[in-house]
């Protein structure tokens, strides 16, 4: 039920990272990094092993925020 999302809105899409449970601080932190020039990108590793990497860059000019995935389902 506390299930969280990363929604990425960008000129190019709406993109979303599920945040797995117990790791929203470490999200956070990471974004935070990205933000701030301490962290190239965020690189988050699919169920069938894909890997997909969100440069600084790309996060530094979208539109951010952390909702209730049931939010998600719901839009």
């Known amino acids: ?8 809105k ?3 899409g709406t993109y979303t990272i599920e945040i ?3 790791k929203l601080n470490e ?4 974004l935070d990094k990205c933000l701030n020039n301490e962290q190239g990108a965020i690189v988050i590793k699919g169920e069938n092993g894909d890997q997909f990497v ?3 860059d790309f ?3 979208s539109f ?9 389902k719901g839009m």
Request: proline share 3%; aromatic share 4%.
């Open 1 to 8: 039920m506390h299930n969280k999302i990363i929604k990425i």
């Open 10 to 12: 960008h000129v190019t």
């Open 20 to 22: 797995k449970d117990g």
């Open 27 to 30: 999200m956070q932190s990471q």
């Open 54 to 56: 969100y440069p600084s």
């Open 59 to 61: 996060l530094k000019n």
């Open 64 to 72: 951010i925020s952390i909702v209730d995935r049931e939010e998600e």
